[in-house]
């Protein structure tokens, strides 16, 4: 999922009273999109097909006939038609390429399970527009833009392609995906299991939402590793905070403070929390993506990019000038890693892609997940979280009122040990892992941890940088996945 | 559910070519209120408090905003807020009132579970409508009426009374229903299985869908109650319908017919597939009310009506007049067995309930029934299932389409053995078993036959005539009950 919910709440947090801002919310969830890792891409040829396969816009009902087309991504190179397996990605909230190509994971072990491979895109997202362009237009056309939809459309996909691909019928369905494509997985076997013999859900936080986590916990995760990752480093980043706040008291401040963090623009006061919060978006990513090799995210990141941003981090105790400016080589680590850019934009917007807007209406609906900070358990300026602020500004932008308790009421939030078949890998890196599912609460619903491991770092290719943590997870990953396939045919044969 | 599916379909299949007569949707929907039995009326007083709570008609998307009045009754006499349970009721099509006071089961196990009784309405049903008057008006209204929308009701009910009750918090809850009521009990714990602990599904047909059951098997087991219960009483019926498609060759015969079978009006040629639909219901509706005592549906009827019906039905070698003379007296006693009757109406309405246009409009889009007789294993008029005059017909009349398919995609069809805690129920008398699940299919998923049941005796109140079977069956299911409360409170211990 990325942090848009996160960001969209601290948007609301962060800047109260005002409106959710658009360039932001796009720039936000332009960066969505798992890394492009070049040096990590599997020596696996990605070689798939593109497919579209005609959805019912409303599955839930009966009066709105209208259909859409979903595109999916099918590679069959290593599939068996006898005792082979589908592993099925559960398309999350962006560009189903995009996810394909960083999925390394599942093009790894293809030949290993003789696994047919499908990449379904989520509604809303990518290609897969309901309503075209109007998607996005207005609360009627969105209300549709549901887990509950996307799932079924998953249902309905697999239908289709079991009926329309000779040999498909009698094989197991696996559902993989990671963050809220993760929540997907393993929400499509609690209420699927007919459709899919198990899921692997990477960094899938099903019980960030409503008080299942308090709400600092992913704030403090963000703060541990970058204080694990140099000295100094966190304190470093909590002083600065009220470094910009008095720097940007004045004219010749502001002035100053743009300059110095070589921004595109000039900052006004009312920039103030805007610029804070893009600062804190970047710590954020970093420690999404705080992988053991180098990757592509919306920059080229070096290994460990936390270790190298810390490295201008080392003292907190500084004037606020030196301490801005350590800020800037560090801030400069994520954006200018190339040396290309030639100045850094507060409001950029990464991707032009229409769809991802969809997960600031998700965010609004459904999935929300209450974040807050204090700024003594973590690093950053403290923020309550305020559900009826959140709910104001959802219904001033959408039109739409979140509804707080859904996702639990539909999906069970800690009350799920009578499902199975469902594993749950989380890295301790991740601030997403706080929301995830980190112990074991059946034989069959396992928790999977990778101590060295960023967000779904287990669905990335195989690299030779790899701790041994991730290696051992994937390998426990495929052993389940094999004696679910196993089980299917096992019981495909005792039948017949 | 009562035949209403059945009939809508006969309707389809009967009169080719014809609208479905709304007045005989009226009436056949009317009749599927579980019987009343003043004589079978457990001891136990039926005291309960009627409450509403406010549900959103749509809880699957958020630009709806709308709510609505659900109705439930709540009866806590017996109910033990430390180690009790909560029975709920999940209601299906038609009056809550009715229900329960006709589902004297839940009455006699209260004491003995400690239970808190539930009977949660149904949406689009007696008092619990969406839309006012307006809910049946079109399918934009009617758009909510859905299996999975009432599941939600259910959930969100339950939420509701835990937050709202103290003590019921920490109490299981176990979902009950009969016949379609009995499909969403099933369907609430294969579901919601972090809500309700289990499901007592009785006479619940979840598969009569699709092709998992043959479609002449609904109709063979009616053939079958009326061929045990009287030497040539099925062939007699089978003779019947050329009888009358004889007799009502001319306009002296259509007379005759009317005085004969003492109808209120006249019969014209147009009105002939009507009175043999009407005549059928009435055979299809005493094989479900077949019970082993007088009970009062449409109107009274004697201990095994069957019985009693197929005394005038022994002679199908006699002369066309002869036979449907004798197919009247059978008539007459299920339409008049108290001697009230002036004359039979074959487009009596038993009912001015809006509510009941409901099941047609569910038969029309989820809950598509095939059915079909040929004549020879059955004692009816051959007739093939027809999808697509079906499906015309539904858009005819509601505007929308049925989704043959769809039931089996959300609720799994025969693929559930990952769930548990379900207990299906049958009669071996009921048609409605042949859709039902008759074996087990594991330890948790258990199938309990009554072999001298109809549609769901077990429901009903205890009776001194009750046969061994249903004793039996009861006691099972109380069995099972008992474990599951017994297992959710031991968990509860176990985590404090």
Partial sequence: MGYPALLLSLLVFLAPGTCIDPRRVLRTLSSLHLPTNPASRSSVAKNYSVFYFQQKVDHFGFNNMKTFKQRYLLADKHWDKDGGSILFYTGNEGDIVWFCNNTGFMWDVAEELKAMLVFAE??????????????FQDGRHLNFLTSEQALADFVELIKHLKRTIPGAEDQPVIAIGGSYGGMLAAWFRMKYPHIVVGALAASAPIWQFEDFVPCDTFM?????????????????????????????????????????????????????????????????????????????????????????????????????????????????????????????????????????????????????????????????????????????????????????????????????????????????????????????????????????????????????LDPTSVLLARALEIEHMKRWIKDFHDNVRRQS
Same sequence: chains 1, 2.
């Avoid at 800690?414 to 980190?438: A, C, E, Q, R």
């Fill in 122 to 135: 989520h509604r809303y997202y990518g290609e897969s527009l309901p309503f075209g362009n109007n998607s």
């Fill in 220 to 464: 403090k995760i963000v703060t541990t590793d970058f204080k694990k990752s140099g000295s100094n480093c966190s304190v470093t980043i909590l002083r600065s905070w009220d470094a910009i706040n008095r720097l940007s008291s004045t004219g010749s401040g502001l002035q100053w403070l743009a300059q110095t963090l070589h921004l595109c623009s000039p900052l006004t006061f009312e920039d103030i929390p805007n610029l804070k919060e893009w600062i804190m978006e970047t710590w954020v990513n970093l420690a999404m993506v705080n992988y053991p090799y180098a990757s592509n995210f919306l920059q080229p990141l070096p290994a460990w990019p936390i270790k190298v941003v810390c490295q201008y981090l080392i003292n907190p105790s500084v004037p606020d000038s030196m301490l801005i400016q350590n800020i800037f080589q560090a801030l400069n680590v994520y954006y200018n890693y190339s040396g290309q850019a030639k100045c850094l934009n507060i409001s950029e917007t990464a991707t032009k892609n229409l769809g991802s807007l969809g997960w600031s209406y998700q965010a609004c609906t459904e999935m929300v997940m209450p974040f807050c900070t204090n700024g003594i358990d973590d690093m950053f300026e403290p923020h309550q979280w305020n559900l009826k602020k959140y709910s104001d500004e959802c219904f001033k932008q959408w039109g739409v009122r979140p509804r707080p308790s859904w996702i639990i009421t539909m999906y069970g939030g800690k009350n799920i040990k009578s499902h199975s078949n469902i594993i749950f890998s989380n890295g301790d890196l991740d601030p997403w892992s706080g929301g995830g599912v980190t112990k074991d609460i059946t034989d069959t619903l396992v928790a999977v941890t990778i101590k060295e491991g960023a967000h779904h770092l287990d669905l990335r290719a195989n690299n030779p």
